[in-house]
């Protein structure tokens, strides 16, 4: 099993940028991948950025060259950088993790743009 703990978030202007963290109970190097996901009211979860084992990311169209995802191999956590933010990045974000064919999550945290 993987446990994963969010931390950042909040609240921020337009055009603002923010840092999402997430800590995760086993080395990194054993996780398959690594990701985050959002969610917006009446809206399904969507991936917004991965990273592989191996150093391999991808990003949705939508946050290309705003968001960056990282890792930091030796305190076991990736993180995900947000410059440009726009109201409609207005979402839950979930960290989430893959072991095998099983994938975990993170709690949760709230991002808010305001116009």
């Known amino acids: 099993q993987v446990q994963l703990v969010e931390s950042g978030g909040g609240l921020v202007q337009a055009g603002g940028s923010l840092s999402l963290s997430c800590a995760t109970s086993?080395?990194?190097?054993?996780?398959?991948?690594m990701g985050w996901y959002r969610q917006a009211p009446g809206k399904q979860r969507e991936l917004v950025a991965s990273?592989?084992?191996?150093?391999?990311?991808y990003y949705a169209d939508s946050v290309k060259g705003r968001l960056t995802i990282s890792r930091d191999n030796a305190k076991n956590l990736f993180s995900l950088r947000m410059n440009s933010l726009k109201p409609e990045d207005t979402a839950v974000y979930y960290c989430?993790?893959?072991?095998?064919?099983?994938?975990?999550w993170g709690q949760g945290t709230q991002v808010t743009v305001s116009s």
């Open positions: 990273i592989t084992s191996g150093g391999t990311t």
């Open positions: 086993r080395t990194i190097f054993s996780i398959n991948a």
């Open positions: 989430a993790a893959q072991d095998g064919t099983s994938w975990y």
